[in-house]
């Protein structure tokens, strides 16, 4: 995905680049551009919208250095705006020094934590880790197998334990797993729920007070 967006920016900034003097229509078609990329990209339309005219009015404001031209300029606009939008902060993974380090992935229904848990796992393998996944969402079938697929389609370790087990049996196994095989990293896939269902709240509770995991990541 980020693949083609970039290709994407590359090809607008390519024209821009060229550009000795930038007029307002050619900013726009640049603007046009980059919009398309961004929706084609999955980013949320408002923040699209938000970061386009965020660029319009840098680029024919005075926030502009003069030791630049006007395309270079564009692009370094762009560029602030992409990294504001992506979050100006960049946070690390905390990893124990005492592997496995886990992570558990948690958020409301359909937020998306299967489908993080799966490129996270690639993320960290790509970056020299051995994750092994396991998915302690026991309450809706199929839920479990469909981190099965992501993980065989990805290539990634995945701790499948037996169909009874529940979540803290689930869990305990894929850190045992983890331990005898070597792998350094626990991606942990929930089930989706809301803060005012006080079961599965629980149980939230009970496997972070069994696995103390280095990082819980909201995923929204
Ligand atoms: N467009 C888009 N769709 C996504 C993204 N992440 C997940 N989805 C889709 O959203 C739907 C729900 O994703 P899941 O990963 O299953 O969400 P979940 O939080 O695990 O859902 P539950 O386990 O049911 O709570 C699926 O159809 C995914 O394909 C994303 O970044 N962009
Ligand atoms: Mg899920």
């Known amino acids: 995905m980020f693949e083609t967006l970039s290709e994407k920016l590359q090809r607008v900034f390519k024209n821009l680049r060229g550009e000795g003097r930038l007029t307002e229509q050619h900013l726009d078609e640049a603007l046009k551009e980059i919009r398309l990329a961004l929706l084609e990209a999955d980013v949320n339309f ?8 965020a660029v319009k009015s840098k680029a024919l404001g005075q926030e ?6 006007p395309g270079q300029q564009v692009i370094k606009i762009v560029r602030d705006e992409l990294v504001e939008m992506l979050g100006g902060e960049h946070v ?3 990893f ?31 970056n020299g880790h051995r994750p092994i996944l396991v998915s302690v969402d026991v309450y809706r079938p199929a839920a479990r ?18 169909p009874n087990d529940k979540p803290l049996e689930l869990c305990q ?18 089930a989706g729920r809301l ?18 995991p280095h990082e819980i990541l909201f995923v929204a």
């Not at 502009?64 to 031209?69: D, E, G, I, K, P």
């Not at 197998?145 to 037996?162: S, Y």
């Not at 196994?173 to 929930?190: C, F, K, L």
């Open 145 to 162: 197998d469909q981190l099965k697929v992501i993980a065989k389609d990805i290539g990634a370790k995945l701790w499948e334990g037996n």
């Open 46 to 53: 408002k923040v699209v919208k938000q970061s386009t005219e």
């Open 92 to 94: 690390r993974i905390n």
């Open 64 to 69: 502009v250095m003069q030791a630049l031209s």
């Open 96 to 126: 124990s020094s005492q592997p496995p380090t886990v992570i558990m992935l948690v958020g409301l229904q359909g937020s998306g934590k299967t489908t993080s848990s799966g490129k996270l796992a690639k993320w960290l393998e790509k």
């Open 195 to 212: 803060h005012i269902d006080e079961a599965l709240m629980k149980e939230l509770r009970e496997i972070r007070e069994t696995l103390h």
């Open 173 to 190: 196994g894929a850190m045992r797993e983890a331990r005898n095989t070597a792998h350094d990293v626990v991606v942990v896939d929930t």
